[in-house]
């Protein structure tokens, strides 16, 4: 048709890949001409540009155009994705098994760009094992927040009775303390138990273990009565 301008509003990520189906519409003429305004889409966090589409102009979030032919147009239109930031908070388990934030590992603020992915990544925390980190697509405006949490490692406390009764092994969280007045007692025939000592030396005695790491303690007994 002589009379009408068909125009195709092609609607591209900055890899050129369509993200919604292109626009079309028809322009009649007036006055010998073919006039046209139309106001393009809106993504949040994205800034649209004018890639091609001679007599065009793009502003304001409208697309203006005048042309003198009938026929056919395509307009690109490129979406490029804003800057914005993202957040990784990390939380640590407690003993009583809620998670928490430390003051030594402040949530961090990660330059990025809208619809990329995250890439937050755990820290080495002595004592600590992080979990699985859930990355997700960067949302505009500041808004994405990644959780990285870190379960306490268990640790386990074995008794050397020294020839005494069994005394099974405790095993506890990161920094729990273990009152050793509170273990069961060994008994050895003949002998009468003293206590508890860090070492095999039976030199330095104990009441209190922090389940740091794997540890284990040595009984010591008065000689044979």
């Known amino acids: 048709d002589e009379d009408v301008l068909v125009v195709t509003v092609n609607i591209l990520d900055e890899d050129e890949i369509p993200m919604q189906v292109p626009d079309s519409f028809e322009v009649p003429m007036e006055n010998g001409k073919f006039t046209f305004s139309y106001k393009i889409p809106e993504f949040n966090g994205y800034q649209a540009e004018l890639s091609d589409g001679k007599g065009v102009t793009l502003a304001g979030g409208t697309l203006t155009g005048t042309l003198t032919e009938a026929g056919e147009i395509e307009v690109n239109l490129i979406y490029r994705a ?27 603020e990660i330059a990025s760009t809208v619809g990329t992915v995250t890439q937050a990544e755990a820290k080495y925390v002595e004592g600590f094992t992080p979990m699985g980190i859930s990355q997700e697509v960067v949302q505009p405006e500041g808004t994405t927040e990644i959780e990285v949490r870190y379960n306490r490692n268990e640790y386990s406390l074995l008794f050397d009775t020294m020839g005494g009764s069994y005394i099974p092994t405790i095993t506890g969280k990161y920094e729990t303390q273990v009152a050793l007045a509170r273990v069961e007692k060994p008994s050895r025939t003949g002998y009468t138990f003293v206590g508890w000592y860090e070492d095999e030396e039976l030199t330095q005695p104990v009441t209190s273990v922090t389940m740091d790491s794997d540890k284990r303690v040595y009984a010591k007994w008065d000689g044979a009565t």
């Not at 914005?84 to 961090?108: C, I, N, S």
């Open 82 to 108: 804003s800057e914005t930031v993202y957040h990784v908070k990390h939380l640590f388990q407690t003993l009583d098994g809620e998670y928490e934030e430390k003051a030594e590992y402040p949530a961090e």
